[in-house]
């Protein structure tokens, strides 16, 4: 309560913005997963890694866009290449310089990915693949898992969304080989396709075992379902996404965020043999019709983050950089006798408060939501942005510099709140 009223009493412009706003749109907000109570920070401006809001509060976000924003706010190649498309016109309504160029990268960096095509959000692009496997199968029946997003349209997260697409969707619990197994084959002659992120990003950030991953690939052959892989988040995590981390294989793969260098972006690709359904050329194509779908503005811009900027290179270092920060808030943990866990992989990762590490968002879920909020709140008051579900995603805009400095704002709040969290914890 007095973290909230603290964050408050800091934020007049922000209040009255939020009151206005509520005229307007529904709770004042148009993107759910930004809302947090008094009332939600509220930006003006991002530079590098530094967020000013609009009360004149400058810190350092840890969370990049959830994982969108790994370029920081103001990259000089990224916004060089959106002015290099813009010079050259807008809405040209033809094809264009840019997105073969785009393709080639992405087709060269994701081993699965044969053929590409290119949506506005990851919720389209996996819309795209579920519609791809349930024509290419002639099924209907979806599989996913507890705690999954797969976007706005596609959440298996706290039992299901009521707007879920129209498939038929049937849940599994996640990491959980047996149970996985028995549904894949309980489902088998209707089964089109078996989804999942190979680490939940939204669920905890989460990794899935190799064992799970082998599983979910063994099972998707037996039964003839396709196999997607949701890389929207987890595409960061190595140079070929964590299908070349991990040497699984899906049969088709989604992609978003980042790699359309912060534009609008989407992608879903996989093996030609079922990508040639889209072939314009094919008397009984599918269209993938899109006003953006080749907007230049991103096409550009994803070509200068995937070949000037995320090179495979900058994705290790990168990836090494979370890792060390993440056993360093581990060790912080330890050192202060804190029930706190932070899971994850690379440059992404989560706080738990717990004794025990998750293996699902099940067990996250368990685990003590009001402490994330008041870690979310205290960091903001330290000059630190996470998600408020304790979702950090770093940007390449995070130096060594941040990094210590959030080691050392950690320490101090883990000093501070030691006995508060070991009773909210028990
Ligand atoms: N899939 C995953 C794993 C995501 O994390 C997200 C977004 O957070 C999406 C799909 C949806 O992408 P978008 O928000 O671009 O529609």
Redesign the pocket.
């Known amino acids: 309560v007095e973290a909230r009223e603290q964050y408050a009493a800091a934020r007049p412009a922000s209040a009255a913005q939020h009151a206005a706003a509520l005229a307007v749109m529904p709770g004042g907000n148009t993107r759910s997963v930004l809302f947090h109570g008094p009332f939600p920070f509220t930006a003006e401006k991002g530079e590098g890694c530094l967020l000013t809001d609009i009360d004149g509060h400058r810190v350092v976000s840890m969370i990049g866009e959830?994982t969108a924003g790994l370029f920081g706010h103001s990259h000089p190649a990224i916004r060089a290449a959106v002015l290099r498309a813009l010079d050259g016109g807008v809405n040209l309504t033809a094809h264009n310089r840019f997105e073969g160029r785009f393709a080639e990268l992405v087709c060269a960096r994701f081993p699965s990915v044969e053929r590409v095509r290119f949506t506005n959000?990851?919720?389209e692009a996996?819309l795209l693949a579920l519609a791809t496997a349930t024509i290419a199968t002639g099924r209907k029946t979806i599989m996913g898992f507890d705690g999954g997003?797969?976007?706005?349209l596609m959440t298996f997260a706290g039992g299901g969304n009521p707007i879920n697409v129209p498939h038929k969707t049937v849940v599994a619990p996640y990491n959980d080989v047996e149970a996985a197994l028995a549904m894949a084959r309980a489902h088998a002659p209707d089964l089109a396709a078996i989804i999942l992120?190979p680490m939940l990003?939204?669920g905890g950030c989460i990794p899935a075992t190799p064992a799970f991953l082998k599983a979910l690939r063994d099972v998707a052959t037996e039964t003839g379902a396709v196999l997607i892989f949701?890389e929207?988040?987890t595409s960061r995590l190595a140079p070929g996404g964590l299908q070349e981390a991990t040497g699984v294989m899906p049969d088709m793969t989604t992609l978003?965020?980042y790699i359309g260098g912060g534009m609008s972006f989407?992608a879903f690709g996989g093996r030609e043999s079922l990508m040639a359904i889209f072939d314009p050329r094919r008397p009984d194509a599918i269209p993938h019709a899109g006003t953006f779908n080749n907007n230049t503005l991103t096409m550009s811009a994803g070509i200068a983050a995937l070949s000037e900027i995320y090179t495979p290179d900058v994705a290790v270092t990168h990836n090494a950089n979370g890792d060390a920060l993440r056993d360093a808030l581990n060790a912080l943990a330890r050192k202060h006798g804190v029930p706190m866990l932070v899971t994850g992989r690379g440059s992404m990762m989560a706080f738990h408060f717990g004794h025990a590490v998750p293996r699902s968002a099940a067990e996250a879920n368990a685990m003590n939501q009001p402490l994330k909020e008041l870690l979310f709140l205290d960091l903001l008051d330290r000059g630190f942005y996470i998600a408020r579900r304790g979702m950090i995603a770093l940007s390449l805009a995070v130096g060594a510099e941040e990094r210590q400095g959030f080691l050392a704002a950690m320490d101090d709040l883990l000093e501070i709140r030691a006995d508060l969290i070991r009773a909210a914890v028990g």
């Open positions: 959830f959000s990851g919720t996996n997003y797969h976007g706005g992120e990003g939204g949701d929207v988040m978003g965020k989407g």
